[in-house]
């Protein structure tokens, strides 16, 4: 066991030569640790390091085959058992950055950055290892981006092209270029995945991809949609490691769903880890190379839909996994097409990393909960589907990773991006001011503890598989607007607005805001540790204008503000507020009326023919100190 650790030691700091540095994954570590308050145990017995081997000795003694081949010629290998049903993984590939905007964020982009994912470090989960001696895989100075921990394993040609489409370098054809092209790879076959994802988020890790699950045809009807022992070992890894995000393909079954679950419409194919509550799954559309509105989004006929048995909303997201160009393993050289929600996994995970590399680089290496880079990404998500809102098919709509940095630039503008803790028994609230010229969105996400395991061989067991149940209501005037949620009809899956009490992510929209609006996050029953983490996003908000719960409705004696007869502001200050000040006005419709700066304590402010009616006053000090006030004229 000394042996094993001090040669892990060695190849954790090997990789530290180029990849986050120590600082850096320090305090990732340090934030799993603090909040890992040890209730959530890892089932190290059922997920061991030698659990594929533990599975082969137990299907020999059964006389059960360890590779299997489904109808469309799909090789599954055995990699453990649930009770006495075996699991076979198999690859999703059948046969990015435009469709996710990443392109933007590229140097030369219209965004003006230069995020390449230099510095960032990808994990990547699968069928054995790409071909490491590929050239793409190597820095300009012929070095190797990729660091295989576990194996050896010979070469695959899906691993290959799945780590391509993260890193590759593009070094022979820049249309088989990666996304995050510049990026670290830390490579693992799928072999004791679960106790090596466990272990490595420890370490640090941000993202990693997994572009394989189940041999869909060798599942009992129950399996799909159930939230059975796998997803709640997923959801157990990213509850203790929050810094920890995981991104899987939703895999490739609809084309066969007429004998896999033949009673759901094409529906319901969801399982395996897919059910998890925590990790990001991936649909399948086409390229998209002008987004206009939902209609440009086209989903491939293979992209397995959800929802789960308890209508989450899964698959979150969708991107481009037809007729992918990469990185293949006939040579060092070479790039070839395929299809699959394989090929869709990589550029989220590759498009994710970006976001997070900006994040560390403009918050001194800080980098964003695994809670808010989820929630950015559903946040921003562009429209899909045949109807507004989210469903089972796209998820929340096409990855714009774009708009997730854009979100993050425009933090305390023209947004909100807040990592919170809720306690048991509180209600946070927040009055916001929306700019009324966008959109107002609000959404909270949060990681959830693990929930209970589907009883086996129960059809669609629809209880709720979360633990701590946030609820988001933003209301105006006693009129209250609720988040999205599915219809519980699988007859009818249409996306409806109400109390949701399956999502681990709420997100309300309102089309045309005016004014100001109260955000008020709270929660059902008793929260289970006495505290939840969240993430609260808001865009088409006034974020300098953030208002507190009794802002603009309590006196304040230091600021004097009224109307003259000539039609002018008169106002006087009382006490020690700095000069000089800028001084704003917005009406109740939240239209900016007047903005200047006063260099004086008091005067008259010159507008013409303000009307009658309620109007918010703000006054920011040199200092940053802030005065707000209501007044009616």
Request: proline share 3%; net charge negative.
């Amino acid at each position: 066991m000394r042996k094993k650790i001090t040669i892990l030691i060695t190849l954790l700091l090997s990789a530290l030569s180029f990849s986050q540095n120590n600082e850096e994954r320090k305090k990732i570590i340090d934030f799993n640790r603090a909040n890992n308050d040890g209730s959530v145990v890892f089932n190290n017995e059922k997920y061991s390091f030698t659990e594929t081997k533990d599975a082969v000795l137990k299907a020999i003694d059964l006389g059960i085959s360890t590779t299997i081949v489904d109808s469309r010629g799909n090789v599954g290998e055995l990699v453990r058992f649930d009770g006495d049903l075996p699991i076979y993984y198999t690859v999703f590939n059948q046969g990015g950055a435009i469709t996710t905007r990443a392109n933007l964020l590229h140097p030369g982009g219209s965004m003006g950055l230069s995020l390449s994912g230099n510095g960032m470090i990808a994990g990547v989960w699968d069928q054995n290892h790409p071909r490491l001696t590929h050239n793409d895989f190597k820095n300009s100075g012929g070095v190797s981006r990729l660091l295989a921990v576990d194996g050896p394993t010979s070469p695959a040609n899906h691993s290959t092209h799945v780590t391509g489409t993260i890193l590759s370098s593009g070094a022979n054809s820049l249309t088989g270029r990666g996304i995050a092209y510049d990026a670290t790879g830390w490579i693992f076959d799928w072999t004791n995945d679960m106790a090596e994802m466990n272990q490595y988020a420890g370490f640090g890790l941000l993202v990693s991809n997994h572009s394989y699950g189940l041999i869909a045809s060798n599942l009992p009807t129950w399996y799909f949609g159930a939230y059975v022992s796998d997803a709640n070992a997923v959801d157990n890894i990213c509850f203790n490691n929050q810094k920890y995000l995981p991104v899987y393909a939703a895999g490739n079954d609809r084309d066969d769903f007429a004998t896999l679950n033949s009673t759901k419409n094409g529906n319901d194919l969801l399982n395996g880890d897919k059910t998890a509550k925590n990790p990001i799954i991936v649909g399948a559309v086409f390229e998209v190379n002008n987004y206009v509105n939902a209609s440009s989004v086209s989903i491939s006929s293979f992209s397995s839909y959800g929802p789960t048995d308890d209508f989450r909303i899964k698959p979150d997201i969708v991107a481009k996994g037809v007729n992918v160009n990469s990185t293949t393993f006939t040579s060092n050289t070479s790039y070839g097409m395929l299809s699959g929600t394989s090929m869709a996994s990589p550029g989220v995970t590759a498009s994710l990393l970006l976001v997070q590399q900006y994040n560390g680089s403009v918050n001194s290496g800080n980098y964003l909960n695994a809670s808010t880079l989820k929630g950015l990404a559903l946040h921003t998500a562009d429209e899909a589907g045949p109807t507004d809102g989210p469903d089972h098919m796209f998820g929340w709509g096409l990855l714009n990773s774009a708009k997730m940095v854009q979100t993050l630039q425009n933090k305390g503008v023209e947004s909100m991006v807040i990592e919170g803790q809720l306690t048991d028994g509180q209600v946070f609230t927040q009055n916001i001011l929306a700019l009324g010229s966008e959109p107002l969105k609000v959404s909270i996400s949060w990681t959830d503890r693990p929930g209970n395991v589907a009883t086996s061989n129960v059809v669609d067991e629809v209880n709720s598989r979360l633990v701590n149940d946030l609820d988001l209501v933003v209301t105006k005037q006693g009129v209250d607007y609720s988040p999205w949620k599915l219809n519980k009809d699988w007859n009818n899956i249409v996306a409806l607005k109400g109390d949701n009490d399956v999502d681990p992510f709420e997100r309300v929209d309102i089309v045309d805001p005016v004014g100001v609006y109260q955000i008020a996050i709270s929660h059902k029953g008793t929260l289970v540790g006495g505290t939840q983490n969240y993430s609260l996003i808001v865009t088409g908000v006034d974020a300098d204008a953030v208002l507190g719960i009794n802002d603009f409705e309590s006196s304040n004696n230091d600021f004097l503000i009224w109307k003259n007869q000539n039609g002018s502001i008169g106002y006087s200050f009382k006490g020690n507020i700095d000069l000089p000040s800028q001084f704003v006005i917005h009406d109740v419709n939240g239209r900016l009326i007047y903005k200047n700066i006063l260099f004086e304590d008091s005067g008259e402010i010159e507008i013409n023919d303000i009307n009658k009616g309620v109007y918010f006053i703000e006054i920011q000090t040199s200092s940053g100190v802030k005065v707000r006030k209501k007044v009616i004229f």
